[in-house]
């Protein structure tokens, strides 16, 4: 199942720079969280203005798929796996009143990883964060609409969006690997924005396509689109501590966020300019507007 979401975003005039952040695998309880990296997240999207963030998935560690499958196939003793529900919300209800409950109104929701907690009610550990923070639960695959609009109500413009946490198995070992795979499995996707995470990598690539307006004059234009490997929160080798990275002799991991600044401009129109000079009008007349990518990392 693919879920859709609409969002709609509204903007003081046509021409603003919007920035999203995508956060991925947090790792919240892991031994090599890195606390003050994230909390400098939690605070940048909370200052940064017309910016709206959404989570990839992976706030914690606690199972991985073949670990929960082993604790679903065993129902002889549901009084443990209740000890142990309370105990991730508890710990969920944390992590919420700390880093969450701070982004109100800019927390567009969170998707699903693959590093996640079921309940005996068949929820997980992610769904239980989106009740506690009133947000959507984005699964595993989504969709969306984003649409700019001004504050007086008229639509500026339109984005799409499609969002994974990015844990499929081929092409993740090297950056151009991964930057091949992410592209490969985005090729059926008509979007404009392609946000995953789950390999602990930094990576981003715009990459433009040429197309013609659906109405008005036949022109070419180019339409931006790009693709994003979120990174992470958690150190791949601690001293003193045995990690995952370590045991598969995997990379240390790239600490922190991609940020996608969406800069709107509005360029002048010179067959509208030349009318109405004809007309007797003095300045110039504004075309369609156009957004332009721009990544940090």
Known sequence: LVDLFHHRLTLPTNTQTVTLIGFG???ADDPGFNEELWAECVETIQKTPLCWAFGLGDYFTLARS???NH?????????SQREIDALVKDRARDFYRQYLKPLKGKLLGLAEGNHRWEFLNGTTSTQFLCELADIPYWGYTSLHRLQFVHRLGSSIYVLKMLVHHGDWSAGGMTPGGDLNSLERRAEGWDTDITWVAHTHRKVAYVSPIMTIPETGKLQLVERPRVYIRAGCFVRGYMPGCTTYAERKLLKPTELGWVTLRIQSYQPRDPEKSAMKREQGSRGGAAGPVRYRFRVEH
Do not use: K, P, T
């Open 71 to 79: 604790i679903r196939a065993y129902r002889q003793d549901e009084d």
């Open 66 to 68: 073949h670990y929960r």
């Open 25 to 27: 695998c947090v790792h």
